[in-house]
């Protein structure tokens, strides 16, 4: 029985230092994982750190760049704004036509005839405004007859005349109505293929229309075919 008390006592005196080694170890241990675990926090915090700064420098450039969109397209906008409203480009319609002409008069007791005819039209229409059209047209042809603009070839390469055919101002001066005033195109509706005013003539004075291109229409003008110092004025009224 002693035999047994004493083995035990020693067991127990030498598993003490063995203990007490163990424990020791698993404290070193343990505050090597903690430093390297303390290591790691302090890697990923400044990670977050430069991850956060970098969001913050894109989101400034991200901000800069919209910001500098934005003031593009406003330039852009005020540009083509103040383009539209000052470019006479975007006002004005040209137009224009050119016909060579071959002619022969066949008249009975006179001798056969053949001659070359040229006829050259250029024209402009500005808008003024929003109800005030103006426009121009240059012609070939003589001041002396109201009734052509054509240009007869021949007469030894002499240069043919250009002449003011139409000059007129186009006011809309009511819905479906519109007063002109100057040389211009014949303001009345030729019935068929009627003949009794001759198409190339451009009357100058006064002309009111009104009406829808289709139904019902009134048509009046008051045109001046001659001022004379001596008498009356010749001048031309009516109304269709």
């Known amino acids: 029985m002693r035999k047994i008390i004493t083995a035990s006592a020693l067991g127990l005196v030498m598993a003490t230092p063995v203990a007490a080694f163990a ?14 675990v303390q290591a790691l926090m302090q890697k ?14 894109t989101e400034a450039r991200v901000a800069e760049a919209e910001a500098t969109n934005d ?36 008249q009975e007791n006179s001798a056969e005839r053949t001659r070359q005819r040229l006829r050259v ?17 240059l012609a070939t042809g003589d001041d002396a007859d109201p009734r052509s603009t054509n240009a007869t070839l ?18 809309n001066a009511f819905q ?9 195109s014949q303001p009345w509706v030729k019935a068929g293929n009627s003949m009794f005013y001759d198409g190339d003539v451009n009357p100058e004075g006064v002309a009111i229309k009104y009406g829808a291109k289709e139904g019902l229409f009134l048509n009046g003008w008051a045109f ?3 001022e004379v110092s001596a008498g009356a004025d010749a001048n031309l009224f009516g109304a269709q």
């Open 44 to 57: 990923v915090q400044e990670l977050e750190a430069k991850q956060a700064a970098d969001a913050a420098r």
């Open 154 to 171: 021949g007469d030894y390469n002499t240069r043919k005349s250009i002449r003011l055919d139409q000059a007129y101002l186009n006011w």
């Open 176 to 184: 479906d109505g519109v007063v002109t005033l100057g040389k211009q």
């Open 71 to 106: 003031n593009q397209t406003d330039q852009i906008a005020k540009a083509s704004a103040k383009l539209t409203s000052s470019d006479w480009a975007t006002k004005v319609k040209m137009k224009g036509d050119i016909r060579y002409r071959h002619e022969m008069i066949d």
């Open 121 to 137: 039209r250029v024209g402009v229409d500005a808008k003024v405004n929003d109800t005030v059209t103006a426009g121009l047209q």
């Open 23 to 36: 424990q020791q170890g698993g404290n070193a241990e343990l505050d090597a994982l903690k430093q390297q």
């Open 224 to 226: 001046w075919l001659s």
